[in-house]
Nanobody
């Protein structure tokens, strides 16, 4: 049974930082591209960024580029989302997702991901 479990969310002031973790189990982690998505209240789910297998490539949406960093630790079956210089508009539930592909192009469409976590809330106060 595949499980993706996010952690690390919380309340932070604007300009602050948080690091989200997503621990995967029940799959061969190294065979998966990992993505991060977010969904704010009343809005559609939005792609944040992703990292290919072995961490060869990363991709970030323009809204977070230069502030967020995605990394992975294959020994721990974990992917991370380091979020710096947080803004109130970053407030959302953040989800990690796994796409079984060895492609070196990061998957941006949520529909192509095979597994999803339950999400973790990030709230940025102004």
């Amino acid at each position: 049974q595949v499980q993706l479990v996010e952690s690390g969310g919380g309340l932070v002031q604007a300009g602050g930082s948080l690091r989200l973790s997503c621990a995967a189990s029940g799959l061969t982690f190294t065979n998966y591209l990992m993505g991060w998505f977010r969904q704010a209240p009343g809005k559609e789910r939005e792609f944040v960024g992703g990292i290919t297998y072995k961490g060869v490539n990363t991709y970030y949406t323009d809204a977070v580029k230069g502030r967020f960093t995605i990394s992975r630790d294959d020994a721990r079956n974990t992917v991370y989302l380091q979020m710096n210089s947080l803004k109130p508009e970053d407030t959302a539930v953040y989800y990690c997702a796994a796409d079984r592909t060895l492609s070196l192009a990061v998957t941006k469409s949520g529909g192509e991901y095979d597994y999803w976590g339950q999400g973790t809330q990030v709230t940025v106060s102004s």
